[in-house]
């Protein structure tokens, strides 16, 4: 029999209907006050203890193997906790990973393909705030004209995740590509998406960043 609700229910019925047998024999309202003198009464014969003894085996047995049943489900339990554990445990460092990834991946291809933000801040004599014309020394401006001196755009930041289920945040690493410059003035972000039509390529489609 396995532990359930049902079944530890059932089973403590079954001795409460022992206990009150008992207690109705003897005429004792409370099992903990019976005595040994009440159940060597003459009423109380031999075929009827034996009945009685018969009624705890059964229910004995009965107990014994729900709480072995009981001990090998919490067992698995603690298992299934610890695994879970693990589980995110891993999770939480494979989401770090990605995300340390592609900051990086980022890094790289600004310092190798454009410029390094920190020779654009040197060569901007104007003072150490950021502004869109820096920003445009940085990254290739953005699709339409009337609106270009307030976009750019990202390059080298791959969609396709190694972890499964993900998502990378992009605004974290709009903020990261910011930090790496250490201005005292970030502008503010007014929308950040993806641009282009997504290809099955492991190349990533560019981050536009709209400012106010």
Do not use: W, Y
Request: charged share 30%.
């Amino acid at each position: 029999m396995e532990f359930s609700v049902n079944t530890f229910n059932a089973l403590e019925g079954k001795m409460l209907a022992v206990s009150e047998t008992v207690s109705k024999l003897v005429n004792c309202a409370k099992m903990e006050n019976v005595t040994l003198d009440m159940l060597k009464h003459r009423s109380v014969t031999k075929d009827i203890l034996a009945g009685i003894v018969l009624q705890m085996v059964a229910v004995i047995e009965e107990s014994k193997t729900v709480l072995k049943s009981a001990v090998a489900k919490s067992d698995e339990q603690k298992s299934e906790i610890l695994d879970n554990q693990r589980t995110l445990i891993q999770t939480q460092q494979e989401l770090i990973q990605c995300k340390t990834d592609k900051l990086d991946l980022v890094q790289k291809t600004v310092e190798t393909e454009i410029k390094t933000f920190s020779e654009v801040v040197k060569m901007n004599s104007a003072g150490n705030s950021m502004s869109t014309e820096k920003l445009k020394n940085v990254v290739r401006s953005a699709i339409t004209d009337s609106d270009r001196s307030k976009n750019f755009l990202i390059f080298g930041a791959n969609e396709e995740m190694t972890c499964e289920e993900m998502e990378f945040d992009e605004k974290a690493l709009v903020n990261d590509v910011f930090g790496l410059l250490n201005l005292t003035e970030k502008p503010a972000i007014e929308k950040i998406r993806r641009v282009g039509e997504k290809k099955s390529d492991s190349k990533g489609r560019p981050i536009k960043v709209t400012l106010r």
